[in-house]
Nanobody, 110 residues
Framework: VQLVESGGGLVQPGGSLRLSCAAS????????MYWYRQAPGKQREMVAL???????DYADSVKGRFTISRDNAKNTVYLQMNSLKPEDTAVYYC?????WGQGTQVTVSS
Protein backbone atom coordinates (compact mmCIF):
# COMPACT_ATOMS: atom_id res chain seq x y z
CA VAL A 1 0.00 0.00 0.00
CA GLN A 2 1.22 3.47 -0.89
CA LEU A 3 -0.25 6.88 -0.18
CA VAL A 4 1.79 9.66 -1.75
CA GLU A 5 0.90 13.25 -0.99
CA SER A 6 1.91 16.22 -3.10
CA GLY A 7 1.03 19.86 -3.61
CA GLY A 8 2.25 21.41 -0.39
CA GLY A 9 4.34 24.54 -0.23
CA LEU A 10 4.63 28.11 1.00
CA VAL A 11 1.64 30.38 0.46
CA GLN A 12 0.62 33.79 1.72
CA PRO A 13 -2.38 34.23 4.02
CA GLY A 14 -5.54 34.26 1.97
CA GLY A 15 -4.00 32.09 -0.70
CA SER A 16 -4.91 28.64 -1.98
CA LEU A 17 -3.29 25.26 -2.40
CA ARG A 18 -4.50 21.95 -3.74
CA LEU A 19 -3.13 18.80 -2.16
CA SER A 20 -3.24 15.43 -3.89
CA CYS A 21 -2.86 11.93 -2.52
CA ALA A 22 -2.17 9.16 -5.02
CA ALA A 23 -3.14 5.75 -3.66
CA SER A 24 -2.08 2.29 -4.74
CA UNK A 25 -2.05 -1.26 -3.44
CA UNK A 26 -5.65 -1.46 -2.27
CA UNK A 27 -9.17 -1.13 -3.67
CA UNK A 28 -9.32 2.63 -3.43
CA UNK A 29 -12.97 3.07 -4.36
CA UNK A 30 -14.14 0.99 -1.37
CA UNK A 31 -12.27 3.01 1.27
CA UNK A 32 -13.14 6.21 3.05
CA MET A 33 -10.21 8.59 2.75
CA TYR A 34 -9.02 11.16 5.23
CA TRP A 35 -6.80 14.21 5.39
CA TYR A 36 -5.12 14.86 8.73
CA ARG A 37 -2.65 17.52 9.75
CA GLN A 38 -0.07 17.99 12.47
CA ALA A 39 1.34 21.34 13.47
CA PRO A 40 4.59 21.61 15.46
CA GLY A 41 4.00 20.72 19.09
CA LYS A 42 0.40 19.70 18.50
CA GLN A 43 -1.48 16.44 18.10
CA ARG A 44 -2.42 15.17 14.70
CA GLU A 45 -6.00 16.19 13.89
CA MET A 46 -8.53 15.20 11.28
CA VAL A 47 -9.17 17.86 8.66
CA ALA A 48 -11.59 16.22 6.24
CA LEU A 49 -12.96 12.89 5.13
CA UNK A 50 -14.72 11.54 2.09
CA UNK A 51 -16.57 8.23 2.25
CA UNK A 52 -16.58 5.59 -0.47
CA UNK A 53 -19.99 6.94 -1.46
CA UNK A 54 -18.74 10.52 -1.71
CA UNK A 55 -20.14 11.99 1.51
CA UNK A 56 -17.84 14.49 3.16
CA ASP A 57 -17.18 15.93 6.60
CA TYR A 58 -14.83 18.60 7.88
CA ALA A 59 -13.25 19.90 11.03
CA ASP A 60 -15.01 23.05 12.20
CA SER A 61 -11.80 25.02 11.74
CA VAL A 62 -11.78 24.43 7.96
CA LYS A 63 -15.48 24.32 7.07
CA GLY A 64 -16.27 26.66 4.24
CA ARG A 65 -12.60 26.98 3.25
CA PHE A 66 -11.45 23.44 2.43
CA THR A 67 -13.01 20.94 0.04
CA ILE A 68 -12.17 17.25 -0.10
CA SER A 69 -12.88 15.24 -3.25
CA ARG A 70 -11.92 11.95 -4.81
CA ASP A 71 -11.38 10.59 -8.29
CA ASN A 72 -11.79 6.81 -8.19
CA ALA A 73 -10.62 6.49 -11.80
CA LYS A 74 -7.29 8.01 -10.78
CA ASN A 75 -7.11 6.51 -7.28
CA THR A 76 -6.57 9.99 -5.96
CA VAL A 77 -8.03 12.12 -3.19
CA TYR A 78 -7.70 15.89 -3.19
CA LEU A 79 -7.87 18.68 -0.66
CA GLN A 80 -8.60 22.13 -2.07
CA MET A 81 -7.60 24.70 0.52
CA ASN A 82 -8.76 28.30 0.11
CA SER A 83 -8.51 31.37 2.32
CA LEU A 84 -5.51 29.87 4.04
CA LYS A 85 -4.52 31.17 7.47
CA PRO A 86 -1.21 30.97 9.35
CA GLU A 87 -2.84 28.49 11.74
CA ASP A 88 -3.29 26.10 8.81
CA THR A 89 0.48 25.62 8.78
CA ALA A 90 1.17 21.92 9.34
CA VAL A 91 2.25 18.70 7.73
CA TYR A 92 -0.77 17.27 5.93
CA TYR A 93 -1.24 13.51 5.76
CA CYS A 94 -3.42 11.22 3.72
CA UNK A 95 -4.92 8.23 5.61
CA UNK A 96 -7.19 5.27 4.82
CA UNK A 97 -7.71 4.03 8.40
CA UNK A 98 -4.84 1.57 8.00
CA UNK A 99 -1.97 3.38 6.32
CA TRP A 100 -0.53 6.87 6.40
CA GLY A 101 1.21 8.78 3.66
CA GLN A 102 4.56 10.48 4.28
CA GLY A 103 2.99 13.92 4.53
CA THR A 104 3.40 17.20 2.70
CA GLN A 105 4.34 20.49 4.35
CA VAL A 106 1.98 23.44 4.09
CA THR A 107 3.29 26.78 5.35
CA VAL A 108 1.08 29.86 5.41
CA SER A 109 3.14 32.96 5.99
CA SER A 110 3.73 36.44 4.62
Amino acid sequence: VQLVESGGGLVQPGGSLRLSCAASGFTFRTYAMYWYRQAPGKQREMVALVTSGGSTDYADSVKGRFTISRDNAKNTVYLQMNSLKPEDTAVYYCYNLRYWGQGTQVTVSS
